[in-house]
């Protein structure tokens, strides 16, 4: 059963990678960053934390798999 809402660690959990490789691989690549705001919180200051609808946050994945895999070796 997926959560309604994440937060860093359930998609740590999900995809099997850390924070930095999170952060590196998908949230710095500007195209993948625009596409999951519709459906995503990103800090504004030190005190906030990441928050995803779970649904949409696990579909955006299983429809970019081969995308974020590319950018990997980039």
Same mark, same amino acid.
């Given at each position: 059963?997926?959560?309604?809402?994440?937060?860093?660690?359930?998609?740590?959990?999900?995809?099997?990678?850390?924070?930095?490789?999170?952060? $590196?691989?998908?949230?710095?690549?500007?195209?993948?960053? *625009? !596409? #999951? =705001?519709? /459906?995503?919180?990103?800090?504004?200051?030190?005190?906030?934390?990441?928050?995803?609808?779970?649904? $949409?946050?696990?579909?955006?994945?299983?429809?970019?798999? *081969? !995308? #974020? =895999?590319? /950018?990997?070796?980039?």
């Amino acid at each position: 059963m997926t959560k309604t809402y994440w937060d860093m660690s359930d998609l740590e959990n999900e995809i099997g990678k850390g924070r930095s490789w999170i952060k $590196k691989h998908i949230f710095s690549i500007p195209r993948f960053k *625009k !596409e #999951i =705001e519709a /459906f995503s919180h990103f800090p504004i200051n030190n005190n906030d934390e990441y928050m995803f609808v779970g649904s $949409k946050m696990k579909k955006w994945l299983e429809d970019n798999f *081969k !995308e #974020i =895999e590319r /950018f990997k070796y980039m």
